[in-house]
């Protein structure tokens, strides 16, 4: 019941997306929109964070790396079988980008609570509201400007890949 | 497990913890079926046991973690032998009779053999003597080496204290945890209740998220038990030692990307109190072993 209806249609990956996968040059630092300035709409964000289009590429590696995404601790991902110990806590990701559109994707990474109430998933892109936050997986305390788990740039690369997922 | 019951604790849990909502509900990788802990063909101890009425149906029943670990894990645990825990119980009950401090006493001086402590292990923890304080076995340990010894405190996770409390809860191997939570335990109770189901840290993740909402699902490489602390201390494999409860539960924390408490804080002595709780009628199980 909590799950929201489909939308559809989700835009392509890019074949630029996939060339910048390729190039050995970091991309120019561009403005991005920070987790309290967002726009959200039902739980979708409309409204890209950054100005540089999503790496798909980039976005496999992160959701199969812990301290980042590590989004297969929870997931099943066969798009991603090199990630071995893929959990199942939540649904499998095969065919996201079928059951929501790119601006509702971008919602459930930056905070899957506005869209699945109370959700057991992080949210990835938020930096305040925390009980106890801690620097990290050190156990101890977090520095006053945590940072969000993934950065404005990883959120747009992640959901580049949950985009190839059709 | 079938699917009915896994359903309705679900439902029960989601009910239970007002402040989450349910969570995806999955059968997958359950604890093993139709199999008994029997160590040295001897001692049958109770790994499943009714959920107690102060869980209020949050749990269909309780488990021991034993029956989420793979079959050679398990098999360790059945031959003491086989146990690499026990070579740190033996040193622990060496250490029972070894003389210590200024007043020229060993344990034994004053309690006979370590085998009078048996049942001890199946109260931890409990009201202090002055009864203004909830005491882990390590608090009533270095209670006596400090006021009744002239000794020096062991440190919460020194290798000491973690062979003692080995020692101490093999004593009461079989015996059902039985913890009391009533009259002046009533308000830790609360307390550790309160911090089971606070979502922490920048993961926003609560013990009951893992191990109440999820227990037999896999989060990444591991099988997720109910937490429960009847086997502690744990001889831990991947780390070749024991591990205390609080330890265990520092981890768990820290892994929330969360401030963690520290072993033997108030807030961790009341949540093994609430913990103990959760696996009331299961065996001690002196000491286990884990991946």
């Given at each position: 019941?909590?799950?929201?209806a489909t939308l559809c249609a989700p835009a392509a990956v890019s074949a630029a997306a996939i060339t910048t996968a390729l190039t050995i040059l970091a991309p120019p630092v561009l403005a991005e929109t920070a ?132 | ?15 239970a913890a007002a402040a989450l909502a349910g969570s995806a509900i999955q059968a997958s990788a359950d604890p093993v079926e139709g199999v008994d802990l029997v160590v040295n063909n001897e001692i049958t101890l ?246």
């Amino acid at each position: 019941m909590r799950r929201i209806a489909t939308l559809c249609a989700p835009a392509a990956v890019s074949a630029a997306a996939i060339t910048t996968a390729l190039t050995i040059l970091a991309p120019p630092v561009l403005a991005e929109t920070a987790p309290a300035a967002i726009a959200w709409q039902d739980g979708a964000i409309a409204a890209p964070l950054t100005d540089s289009p999503g790496d798909a590429g980039r976005g496999a590696e992160l959701m199969a790396t812990r301290p980042l995404g590590n989004c297969v601790a929870c997931h099943e991902i066969a798009a991603l079988p090199a990630a071995s110990f893929q959990g199942n806590i939540g649904p499998a990701l095969e065919g996201a980008a079928t059951r929501y559109s790119e601006a509702q994707l971008r919602g459930i990474i930056v905070n899957a609570k506005n869209t699945f109430d109370g959700s057991m998933m992080p949210a990835f892109y938020k930096t305040d509201g925390f009980i106890r936050p801690g620097d990290a997986y050190t156990g101890k305390a977090a520095p006053a400007d945590l940072p969000p788990i993934l950065d404005a740039q990883q959120v747009e690369d992640v959901l580049a890949f949950l985009m190839t997922m059709k | 497990m079938q699917k009915a019951p896994r359903m309705a604790r679900a439902l029960a849990g989601a009910l239970a913890a007002a402040a989450l909502a349910g969570s995806a509900i999955q059968a997958s990788a359950d604890p093993v079926e139709g199999v008994d802990l029997v160590v040295n063909n001897e001692i049958t101890l109770t790994t499943r046991a009714p959920a107690p009425a102060h869980l209020d149906g949050a749990l269909p029943e309780v488990m021991s973690g034993w029956l989420f670990r793979e079959d050679a894990t398990r098999a360790m645990q059945m031959d003491d032998f086989d146990n690499p825990a026990m070579v740190f119980a033996d040193m622990g009950r060496d250490l029972w009779g070894t003389t210590d401090g200024a007043e020229g006493k060993s344990c034994a001086s004053c309690h006979g053999n370590i085998e009078e402590m048996r049942g001890v292990r199946a109260h931890m923890p409990r009201i202090s003597p002055a009864g203004d304080d909830l005491w882990s076995m390590e608090n009533f340990v270095n209670n006596c080496r400090t006021t009744r010894m002239g000794a020096e405190a062991w440190g919460w996770d020194s290798n000491e204290m973690m062979n003692m409390t080995a020692a101490l809860s093999l004593q009461s191997r079989g015996l059902p945890v039985d913890v009391a939570i009533d009259g002046p335990a009533a308000p830790w109770w609360e307390k550790g209740r309160e911090i089971y189901y606070t979502r922490f840290g920048q993961l926003e993740l609560a013990c009951s998220n893992c191990h109440q909402d999820h227990f037999g699902d896999m989060i990444r490489a591991d099988h997720l038990s109910q937490g429960q602390i009847n086997g502690f201390p744990v001889y831990r494999l991947k780390t070749a030692g024991l591990v205390s409860i609080h330890n265990r539960f520092k981890g768990c924390v820290r892994d929330t990307r969360a401030e963690t408490f520290k072993p033997g804080s108030a807030e961790f002595r009341a949540l093994e109190l609430y913990v103990a709780s959760r696996g009331q009628g299961l065996s001690v199980e002196g000491v286990s072993v884990r991946p």
